[in-house]
Nanobody
Framework: QVQLRESGGGLVQAGGSLRLSCAAS????????MSWFRQAPGKEREFVSV????????YYADSVKGRFTISRDNAKKMVYLQMNSLKPEDTAVYYC???????????????????WGQGTQVTVSS
């Protein structure tokens, strides 16, 4: 498995921006599709975005499309989530996840992932 560690969370006002980072170590990074999920208090963990092994294709949840951008740097073993126009409903713990499969449907299910980071808190005030 690959080990993951998120950073970059914090408190921001509505309309602001944050950039989350996820550092990977362990197995060959380019074997993994990388995703971001989030979990708000009292809610299930939900899909945010996924990027393919090469970084050539991406998918987003409808709730973040047009505001968030996922990217990766395979040389540095890093994945990023640029979050713009943040809303209070974006408040959650954000998790990085890795999987050996990349599929527009399969990749949206948290149960399919075996490698997770510890999470980073994002709080958006109104």
């Amino acid at each position: 498995q690959v080990q993951l560690r998120e950073s970059g969370g914090g408190l921001v006002q509505a309309g602001g921006s944050l950039r989350l980072s996820c550092a990977a170590s362990g197995r060959t990074f380019t074997n993994y599709a990388m995703s971001w999920f989030r979990q708000a208090p009292g809610k299930e963990r939900e899909f945010v975005s996924v990027i393919s092994m090469s970084g050539g294709t991406t998918y987003y949840a409808d709730s973040v499309k047009g505001r968030f951008t996922i990217s990766r740097d395979n040389a540095k073993k890093m994945v990023y989530l640029q979050m713009n126009s943040l809303k209070p409903e974006d408040t959650a713990v954000y998790y990085c996840a890795a999987a050996l499969t990349y599929d527009s449907t399969w990749s949206r299910e948290a149960k399919n992932y075996g490698s997770w980071g510890q999470g980073t808190q994002v709080t958006v005030s109104s």
